[in-house]
């Protein structure tokens, strides 16, 4: 495997008024996770990318980390840190954020 952990960030934009997680909160936490990941040096083992519907809509924003198969749903800027420290250095989920899909 190339990388230890994968993170997929649902960046999918549906027209109104159906429900989507958005491209444009999308793609700020993958440049959030991202920026956070090289900060840390982790960039070899880590590897965060957007990605299309996670069908996951009705909890979005939306992400998965892989290998682990963890979804998780609402996630704001506010909680990369928290998912980055306890799920991807620490390797506890964040159970606060978890979807059981």
Partial sequence: MKYKK???ICT???PAPKRSCGEEHGLALV????GRIKELGLQVDIRAQKTGC???CAFGPAM???PEGVF???VQLSDVEEIVQSHLVGNQVVERLKLNV
Avoid: M, T
């Fill in 72 to 74: 998780y749903g609402n």
């Fill in 31 to 34: 440049e959030a996770f991202k």
């Fill in 6 to 8: 994968h993170l997929f």
């Fill in 12 to 14: 999918n934009q549906k």
């Fill in 54 to 56: 996670l069908d996951v």
């Fill in 64 to 66: 998965v980390v892989y």
